[in-house]
């Protein structure tokens, strides 16, 4: 029975180390339909001016693969937000998008300059009015 399981394993690992590994890199990617991102929407019902909101929590980012698009983003008064990854290493924020338009479409973050590591994403009102009835559509791959 040892003899039979022990054939088993080592046909396992040869075959595992026979067959090469694709990873898929949505920066370069020349068929995006392939890449699954994780989707999600998030609705932020109430945001006072100097508040904020977290989208993301702990998120592991790789300036090499990681790309975030915000599909839609709407909010009722036109007052300025600015939507950043905030490190959970030294809690500075990075790639950050600044708008007081009142919407946001199909906008993508340079995460290029961002160290590897672990990312909270935020939205901060930093208008002089609350933000209500506010919702975002983002897709992250990577």
Known sequence: MKKILCVVITIVIIGSLACPAFAANP????????????????DFPSIAPGGSALLI??????????????????WNYSTTVKIAFMSRTNGQDYASYITSDGFISNKTFDLSNLPKGKYDLFIHNIGDMSIYNGTMVYDIYG
Do not use: M, R
């Open 27 to 42: 920066k370069n990617a020349s068929n995006p339909p392939e890449i699954v991102p994780f989707s999600a929407s998030y």
């Open 57 to 74: 929590s702990n998120y592991l980012v790789d300036p090499d693969s990681t790309v975030f698009i915000i599909k839609s983003a709407t």
